[in-house]
């Protein structure tokens, strides 16, 4: 949603770092997969990150502005909170996110309960896109 807000190297790192997310629970969830395709076509990013960067260290260093960490919480949220549930696995890396973020829990309780109606407010707009009448 807010992607396109982010530079060229932000956006690589982002996607970095959804797909980690995505891989945290250990399950392809059709909807997890769908929200990183979302992703790609947001940032413009035709191929995945190599997983070794995926492994490695989480790519936080590009964000720099706390508006920058704060796109890459709530897009990260969005993602963890697609399949309809919010994993050990992924609470753990949003917590380990938010910490080097500096986001303390106020202030993800509110990025969480934005990511959670947004994906409503996505689920609602499908809906009426692929209703007939």
Known sequence: MFLHLLNEDQKAAFLTLAQRM????GEDDPDELKAL?????QTSIESRAEMSDVLGELP????V??????IAMMELL???YAD???HEAEAALIGQIASAFEIDQDRLNVMA?????????????????????
Not at 22 to 25: L, N, S, V
Not at 65 to 70: G, K, P
Not at 113 to 133: H, Q, Y
């Open 37 to 41: 395709e979302d992703i790609q076509l």
């Open 113 to 133: 309960e934005w990511a959670m109606d947004a994906l409503d407010l996505k689920r609602g707009g499908e809906l009426i896109l692929t209703s007939t009448g």
């Open 60 to 63: 936080l260093e590009p964000f």
């Open 84 to 86: 309809g549930y919010l």
């Open 65 to 70: 502005s706390s508006n920058d960490r704060a």
């Open 22 to 25: 995505g891989m945290a629970d």
């Open 78 to 80: 969005i993602i963890s």
